[in-house]
């Protein structure tokens, strides 16, 4: 069983993404979960907002939601192409990013792929030519 096959991952690819298809014409570009620019940023908003990560308040939840919102859209949702929202095409931009991320579902659906330890293994990007 060789190791670093199985668990070595690009450490540029987790801060910088990899695109990911979404359905035919749609792509995201995504940074891995808990990448080290989305650890950097949460830590401050936590702290620039006074957050008691033990205060179990709707108020307090509801800005932590809000804050981990705002840092995975600074720091994993870094891009797409082909999306759309009310039936008009939304450019990518972190405002907009905020709007999509907003929608719990499709926040899901970025956490899975952020998630995906596989997509960024160095195997799997030397497999695709890509390291």
């Known amino acids: 069983m060789d190791i670093f096959e199985l668990y070595a991952t690009d450490a540029k690819l987790e801060n910088e ?12 570009l995504v940074a891995r979960a808990g990448n080290d620019n989305f650890s950097a940023r949460i ?9 008691d990560l033990k205060d179990q308040s709707k108020e307090n ?8 919102i705002d840092a995975t ?8 192409e082909g999306l759309s929202y009310k039936g008009e095409p939304l450019p990518y931009s972190t405002a ?3 709007k999509l991320l907003s929608i719990k579902d499709f926040r899901t659906r970025i956490g899975a792929i952020s998630d ?6 160095v195997a799997e ?3 695709q030519g890509n390291a």
Not at 18 to 28: E, P
Not at 116 to 121: D, H, T
């Open 73 to 80: 859209a600074h720091t994993v949702l870094l891009g797409w």
């Open 125 to 127: 990007q030397e497999e």
């Open 116 to 121: 995906e330890m596989a997509g960024y293994l």
């Open 96 to 98: 907009n990013a905020i």
């Open 43 to 51: 830590k401050h908003l936590l702290k620039k907002n006074g957050v």
């Open 17 to 28: 993404g990899r695109w990911v298809n979404l359905g035919k014409d749609a792509k995201v």
């Open 61 to 68: 939840l509801d800005l932590i939601e809000k804050l981990v």
